[in-house]
T-cell receptor
Framework: DQQVKQNSPSLSVQEGRISILNCDYT??????FLWYKKYPAEGPTFLIS?????DKNEDGRFTVFLNKSAKHLSLHIVPSQPGDSAVYFC?????????????FGKGTHLIIQP | DAGVIQSPRHEVTEMGQEVTLRCKPI?????LFWYRQTMMRGLELLIY????????DSGMPEDRFSAKMPNASFSTLKIQPSEPRDSAVYFC????????????FGPGTRLLVL
């Protein structure tokens, strides 16, 4: 049973527009959420994170929103650039429960079109 | 720092053979994680260590899989005997103790079991 779900396997967005990647989770014990970005033949790299005590975290062009009641988070990239084309993984953890391992979604392949 | 180092980068073996994957974490990191990525299941946590001690191995699929961390700078993931369904990309990641510190991933080992 997938505890972290990314329901869109792929997303195509025009350069300069906003990219919105979505993620849903089922485990109410998750209290820390992260987004990782992955290029082909490379390991995932950390992008941005958010604690469950917040509902928004911003870092440059990247903003993560968390809706705890809906168990939903999203990553906004604005403006989208060609270098943003990659697979984006949503991940979650139970920090408060002492669990250090991450539970990942299956990823969304973002394609930025010129 | 060179980042997380994994070897080999690619491994092709025949069913029934023993496979050993190696990982060198980032110096100073005291948590090490092994993940597996497949098309069907995405990125899954297999096992993680804190200060060389295995903390959670609930993700290890079967007894054929074993992991060790004899010291702070080296870990192995062994599959014996290997099966075609073990074909996947295996990632090693490291971080400081708390998950609030981002995990840094290695480039992965692409394993193909024929």
């Amino acid at each position: 049973d997938q505890q972290v779900k990314q329901n869109s396997p792929s997303l195509s967005v025009q350069e300069g527009r906003i990219s919105i990647l979505n993620c849903d989770y089922t485990n109410s014990m998750f209290d820390y959420f992260l987004w990782y970005k992955k290029y082909p033949a490379e390991g995932p790299t950390f992008l941005i994170s958010i604690s469950s005590i917040k509902d928004k975290n911003e870092d440059g062009r990247f903003t993560v929103f968390l809706n705890k009641s809906a168990k939903h988070l999203s990553l906004h990239i604005v403006p989208s650039q060609p270098g943003d084309s990659a697979v984006y993984f949503c991940a979650a953890s139970e920090v408060g429960g002492g669990a250090d391992g991450l539970t990942f979604g299956k990823g969304t392949h973002l394609i930025i079109q010129p | 720092d060179a980042g997380v180092i994994q070897s080999p980068r690619h491994e092709v073996t025949e069913m029934g053979q023993e496979v050993t994957l190696r990982c060198k974490p980032i110096s100073g990191h005291n948590s090490l994680f092994w993940y597996r990525q497949t098309m069907m299941r995405g990125l899954e946590l297999l096992i993680y260590f804190n200060n060389n001690v295995p903390i959670d191995d609930s993700g290890m699929p079967e007894d054929r899989f074993s992991a060790k961390m004899p010291n702070a700078s080296f870990s192995t993931l062994k599959i014996q005997p290997s099966e075609p369904r073990d074909s996947a990309v295996y990632f090693c990641a490291s971080s400081f103790r708390t998950v609030l510190e981002t995990q840094y991933f290695g480039p992965g080992t692409r394993l193909l079991v024929l």
